[in-house]
């Protein structure tokens, strides 16, 4: 099968390797050109993931047009913040109105559209119509371990299982596991915001609060993501699963997760802006943390640890004065 | 109040600790009559959590009619293989034909009785009659972090809400926060069952397999404890929750997990029988895991890492072989 994957960051670019591992054509597309000349010279993305050598079936294309040439699947890989920009430069190849209006769609990116508050389904679903042929890819993958061929297992949620089968069946081999599933807004919704979450947990861990309490953090944190996800029409069952508590476990303790690390940058009297001036990266759950209080505001649900994330992020709250805060909510029956 | 702790090991000294420090009269008792002079003389548990200081108000005594003596509510904090023998042995105190058949009685112990395929509550039950005043509590609670003071949150399940507020109140403080249900089996259930997911996670670490797929063993771990926790009359949203996810995270990820540690010992090609000569500690996931495949057999439903812990531990069968089975299970919708 002929692939395009829309974006060369880390995991839009484990995710090419993997397919093109599978023995499927897989043209990457990059706005750097430069970028692009060194991965179809040497193999090699030079930004991310550099000591991954990719499979001769893996290409890059600095034109887009190009890149979706022969497609018969995209693969969607920009920052969250990018989704809808890129749905528009899509659309002309691949929107309602293009040559190609039927063509399946994997989105990579985890996160919420801030000025609208809408998944980022429903923004490639206004952007390119025919919501039917549009899915989401999310679990505990962190980019590194993929492309160094270790075990991983992640969901492929679709409204469509024909669509969601055809991505299940590009992307499985031994080491990478795909389950299938039909709810895209829980999917979704736990992606963006398990990001809010691996910042506080990073904070607790910054402020050496142990084991213990970085467990209670998760599970709360997944308690809370559930409402808003149950609210918007998701299903608490997605909760429980790989995009859920399993990206959620990943992202909350493993030494690859930036968010976390940010979190702990926190705790010690860091800054959002000083992080990213140091590191050149996007933290989604900063991004994230501004949309997530709005969207349970309006649903009339309690997310305190978001609300508290933002509150620090946002807002210059000392991160002990959050803490405190927040343990002085009282303990009710675990579930209401 | 006065309250009794039966059993001086780890989590029965925390516990003791934490009550004492909230003002509460305890009385641990042990059977190890040198373990109780040296708590006494020194305010220190030689064996467990040996540098810990019990405030004064905890005192131990080796008779349990003594220890009991003006007690208004009992913790049992004894290993599950002994909570039969030790509702036997309270029956006379406070059983259904004593003079106290009513005294509420919380049980820290996690695990299944092999011989019966009971939960350890409906033991004490047929033991001590008058399930009503019965509770248990489970959450992400390593004892050493407990006994620190630093942040945890738990659950407490009773069927009466007056005995789950009675402990609730007992135990909870500014760092360790006590939640409330009423779900007493799924409580159990997940604090049996942890173990054994714990052990494949350790056998996972110790084979270099990586952050996903401990992330993985964990979700799918869950599901398939969720399934049989359904199926015994437990709630779903139990296994989501501090008594659930909570202590399964910290017991697959934590380096104070025994079962964890068991289970890298055995990717190294250890045994139990070694392993149990070299550390004196019961593996709580190695009695777990020959009832869990029962239960789930009578139960209908599959548990697949559960099954394949038993084999390893109990059959001798390679932990690659495990794995290569496990993985040529197909990728099914995540939830079936």
């Not at 994997?106 to 996160?111: D, F, I, N, Q, T």
């Amino acid at each position: 099968m002929r692939l395009a994957v829309v974006g060369a960051g880390s995991w839009g670019s484990a995710v090419a390797w993997l397919l093109g591992n599978n023995g499927h054509q897989v043209c990457i597309w990059a706005r750097d050109a430069e970028l692009v000349s060194v991965l179809n010279r040497e193999g090699k993305n030079p930004r991310y993931l550099s000591e991954v050598q990719m499979p001769p079936s893996v290409k890059g294309n600095a034109e887009l047009a190009q890149a979706l040439d022969g497609a018969e699947a995209v693969v969607l890989a920009t920052p969250s913040v990018a989704a809808r920009q890129t749905g528009v430069a899509l659309a002309a190849f691949i929107g309602k109105d293009s040559a190609r209006p039927a063509l399946p769609l994997l989105l990579l990116s985890k996160g919420i559209e801030h000025e609208s508050g809408k998944l980022l389904l429903d923004v490639l679903a206004e952007e390119l119509g025919a919501p039917e042929r549009l899915a989401v890819l999310s679990g505990p993958n962190h980019a590194e371990e993929v492309a160094r061929g270790l075990l991983s297992a992640t969901v492929v949620a679709a409204r469509s299982p024909e669509v969601a089968a055809l991505f299940q069946t590009a992307l499985s081999n031994a080491n990478f596991r795909v389950y299938t599933a039909a709810d895209t807004t829980g999917v979704q919704l736990c992606g963006a915001a398990k990001n809010v979450i691996a910042i506080a947990a990073g904070v607790a861990a910054g402020l050496g609060l142990g084991d213990n309490s970085a467990a209670m953090l998760m599970t709360r944190g997944l308690a809370e993501i559930s409402r808003l996800a149950v609210a918007l029409g998701g299903e608490q069952q997605t909760c429980m699963g790989l995009a859920g508590m399993g990206d959620l476990i990943v992202t909350c303790t493993s030494h690859f997760s930036r968010n976390r690390s940010f979190g702990e940058e926190l705790a010690r009297g860091g800054t959002l802006e000083a992080y990213m001036q140091r590191t050149h990266m996007v933290v989604e759950g900063a991004v994230a943390c501004r949309s997530l209080p709005l969207l349970a505001q309006g649903a009339g649900i309690e997310m305190p640890i978001s609300e508290h994330v933002r509150a620090v992020v946002w807002e210059g709250r000392e991160v002990q004065a959050m803490l405190a805060s927040l343990l002085e909510r009282p303990a009710k029956p675990e579930f209401y």
